[in-house]
Antibody, heavy 118, light 106 residues
Framework: EVQLVESGGGLVQPGGSLRLSCAVS????????MGWVRQAPGKGLEWVSD????????YYIDSVKGRFRISRDNSKNTLYLQMSSLRVEDTAMYYC???????????WGQGTLVTVSS | DMQMTQSPSSLSASVGDRVTITCRAS??????LAWYQQRPGKVPTLLIY???TLQPGVPSRFSGRGSGTDFTLTISSLQPEDFATYFC?????????FGGGTKVEV
């Protein structure tokens, strides 16, 4: 059974940092692209970033470039999102997701809530 | 920037109705389009990928069509569990983009 479990969310002040983690099981982690998708309260889905299986290729939405960094540790079956210079508008539920053969997402975690507020 | 425009943003329907949701891409994306369902308070679930391929386990009343810039999701006979919000997603290269969503209400 595929499982994705996020952690690391919380309340942080503007300008602060957080590191999200996503522990996965039930599939060969290193073979798949993984992504982060966020959803602000009451809003739609917004793709944030993804990373290929080896970790050699990463992509970001413009609004987080230079502030967020996606990475993965294939020996630990864990995906990360290092977030810095956080803004109020980064407040959202952050989901990690497993891509299929292309970057559609067929498995999602339960999400971890990030709140940026003073 | 790449835009995905969904319409309508919301609709009212009854059990048994046929419902169609449209998603338009701002450039040609081939068939690189997926559809998701999100029930209130729940995680999104994949319904369709490659514009028309049904994800295993998804009921056959859901279908997708289109290519290029214009796509549709159709629910042939709405069931009570289908009242939810639906999102399209382009995956034809980064940045990946979601449509704004269509809320299907009673």
């Amino acid at each position: 059974e595929v499982q994705l479990v996020e952690s690391g969310g919380g309340l942080v002040q503007p300008g602060g940092s957080l590191r999200l983690s996503c522990a996965v099981s039930g599939f060969t982690f290193s073979s798949y692209t993984m992504g982060w998708v966020r959803q602000a309260p009451g809003k739609g889905l917004e793709w944030v970033s993804d990373i290929n299986g080896s970790g050699g290729r990463t992509y970001y939405i413009d609004s987080v470039k230079g502030r967020f960094r996606i990475s993965r540790d294939n020996s630990k079956n864990t995906l990360y999102l290092q977030m810095s210079s956080l803004r109020v508008e980064d407040t959202a539920m952050y989901y990690c997701a497993k891509a299929g053969d292309k970057s559609w997402y067929h498995y999602w975690g339960q999400g971890t809530l990030v709140t940026v507020s003073s | 920037d790449m835009q995905m425009t969904q319409s309508p943003s919301s609709l009212s329907a009854s059990v048994g109705d046929r419902v169609t949701i449209t998603c338009r891409a701002s450039r040609d994306i081939g068939n690189h389009l997926a559809w998701y369902q999100q029930r209130p308070g729940k995680v999104p679930t994949l319904l369709i990928y490659d514009a028309s391929t049904l994800q295993p386990g998804v009921p056959s009343r859901f279908s997708g069509r289109g290519s290029g810039t214009d796509f549709t999701l159709t629910i042939s006979s709405l069931q009570p569990e289908d009242f939810a919000t639906y999102f399209c997603q382009n995956y034809d290269g980064a940045p990946l983009t979601f449509g704004g969503g269509t809320k299907v209400e009673v």
